[in-house]
């Protein structure tokens, strides 16, 4: 709306132009046109304004949208976040994509259609004050863009996906440099050096043949598009050589009538980027969904047992599965249990498999996460400490059923062990514990 008013008082400085050339020689009416043409200029700062006020209001709304469909769609499933795979596929898109692609989708169509609105309201004062001709000439011009448009759009659009791929595995590589570039060994600096500098050469081309595509193709289409319009302003310029009158007008809106070929350039750059925007945000909207497999299928239950923690002794001498363990914890509602098994059998995909099945009934906490808690927010903590905290504050603000624990102890010294399993004494009298111990 606000587009549409800044357009409109900008387009009457047109008229306002063409009325001083009329009254050059009429003193009064000249101040009164030359007034109207500035205050147009003045006023139309205030649409403007409005407009990217609401834009950037509108970018946020956007994106926490965006946030929160993820959420809702990701939410509870725990297999997926020890995935490390699917992590690098989707984190990319919560930590920067989606905010570049949101950003750059609204200033497109906030731009793209300023650009249209400015075309349309040009083209008719230009029409009505010069020639009704120009308007055939612009319609002509569209026309070609359209079929241009249409030609280049699936190249474009492959070519942009592929660039968008390339800085996706880029962002990938560059996740991991903290390590790899802080601690400084220099084995691991040069293997991480190797896959960014591939990475990187690879994100550049993709990406700067995406753009010579872009451009390529806009200004082919653009020098074609202006030939119309050219030639009836040229057309009307020798037809018209001895009306003073209709020359003043066509020299004083000479530069809107520039302007607006450039923006009928402009309008082709834009149809050609939307076409590579709109490959970003097919990925975008793409990472929404979910992608897994069961995480059951990477359980061995003939590998797993569950014991006691305290007595050692096995909660079924009888193989392992799905049914009994989930019959066995609607039967137990406290005390505190061991998942034992060789490595590899899966003992951390059944902690998962458990949290997805009883979703917010169970808790499920890992050795290494970035889980928040309240009593270690903007604290500086290792990740032992971290495990400290997360535990003593479950156990004084949470009522948990079935808390599940993956590795609690792998990062506390024996002191730390000892006081900390103390704590889940206390805690497995009114909730079921299931622990994978270090």
Known sequence: MFILIEQSIAATSTVWIVKMGENINNQDNLVFYFSLFVLSLIVVYIPSSLSNYFLELSVFKSFHRYISIFNRNHYGNSALSRDINY?????PFIINESWVIINDLNAFYSTYLRTAINIIFSVAMLSYVINKELAVAYVLSIIIITIALILCS??????????????IKMIQVLSASWDNVLIGNRKNYSIWGRHFNNSHVKSKKSSVKSILWVEFSTNLTSMIAMTPII????????????????????????????MTVHYISDIA?????????????????????VERDSVESNISWDNISIQDTATHTK?????????????????????????????????SSL???LKENYGDNAYYLPAHSNLFFQSSIDKTLSTGEKQICAINELKNSEHVNLLL??????NLDSMNTSSLSITLDELSNTCCILEVRH
């Not at 007008?249 to 530069?255: D, E, G, K, M, N």
């Open 405 to 410: 624990l993956d590795e609690w102890d792998a």
């Open 154 to 167: 699936p190249k474009i659009k492959l070519i942009s996906s592929e660039a968008q791929n390339a800085r």
């Open 315 to 347: 909660i079924s001498n009888e193989v392992l599965d799905a049914k009994s363990l989930k019959s066995f914890l609607k039967k137990t509602h406290k005390g505190r249990y061991t998942v034992s098994g060789p490595n590899g059998c899966g003992k």
């Open 231 to 258: 030639y009836v302003l040229l057309d009307t310029m020798t037809k018209n050589l001895s009306d003073i009158g209709l020359l003043t007008a066509l020299i004083a809106t000479l530069p809107r009538q520039i």
């Open 87 to 91: 992590k690098n596929s989707k984190e």
């Open 351 to 353: 902690l998962l498999f």
């Open 269 to 289: 750059l834009f149809s050609n980027e939307y076409s590579a925007l709109k490959a970003q945000i097919s990925g975008l909207v793409n990472s929404l969904y």
